[in-house]
């Protein structure tokens, strides 16, 4: 079957401009993720989503950074106001449910370069 | 705050032979541990997991060995196969492995033909 999609697959804005990145899970996964990997780093966990609602966005760097699932399935992480520090891979996974053995699936990642 | 370290950032190995690759960890809390492949351009792949509750996990080429006691996991390929060359990630998670997974830095596996 299909797999995590991602688009678009780079994004190149301008410093203080908006985007917006879209993440549509595997089909009938219900947890839902966004990370964040900088050059030379691991994957850095941002928030998480059970069905429709954010369960934990402890990762969300800052009040710029802003995610929704509107219908439990496809997702949109939305950043105000980008900063050059933003540029990174967003990674999105999703899971059938969460716990041990429900490991998470990648997407291929949205880069993004903020000028 | 690290809390989980790959210390080699890149290995060498010829093929045929052994890979390993190592993860420490810091948080005692953490009982669920994975291992993911990274190609270029593409997202990380899940390659295998293992619980707190064992000591070693095997999957084909790949064995899982955890040292709870020394907060060390590590990842043996046998063989190494031209193939495996990609980036190897630990990652770690509390709750029985529930949703938040804290990810080393990643080591770069260069298999040699």
């Known amino acids: 079957g299909a797999g995590v999609s991602q688009t678009p697959s780079n994004k190149v804005t301008e410093k203080g401009k908006y985007v917006e990145l879209r993440c549509d899970p595997i089909s009938g996964h219900t947890a839902l993720y966004w990370y964040r990997q900088s050059l030379g780093q691991g994957p850095e966990f941002l928030i998480y989503f059970q069905g429709t609602g954010a369960a934990d966005d402890s990762g969300l760097p800052n009040d710029r950074f802003f995610a929704v699932r509107p219908e439990g399935s496809v997702s949109t992480l939305k950043i105000q106001r980008t900063e050059r520090g933003d540029s990174a891979v967003y990674l999105c996974a999703s899971s059938l449910t969460t716990g041990g053995g429900n490991e998470q699936f990648f997407g291929p990642g949205t880069r993004l370069t903020v000028l | 705050d690290q809390q989980v370290k790959q210390n080699s950032p890149s290995l060498s190995v010829q093929e045929g032979r052994i890979s390993i690759l190592n993860c420490d960890y810091t948080?005692?809390?953490?009982?669920?541990f994975l291992w993911y492949k990274k190609y270029p351009a593409e997202g990380p792949t899940f390659l295998i997991s293992i619980s707190s509750i064992k000591d070693k996990n095997e999957d084909g080429r790949f064995t899982v060995f955890l040292n709870k006691s020394a907060k060390h996991l590590s990842l043996h390929i046998v063989p190494s196969q031209p193939g495996d060359s990609a980036v190897y990630f630990c990652a770690a998670s509390a709750n029985s492995g529930t949703y938040k997974y804290i990810f080393g830095t990643g080591t770069r596996l260069k298999v040699l033909a």
């Open positions: 948080n005692s809390m953490f009982d669920y």
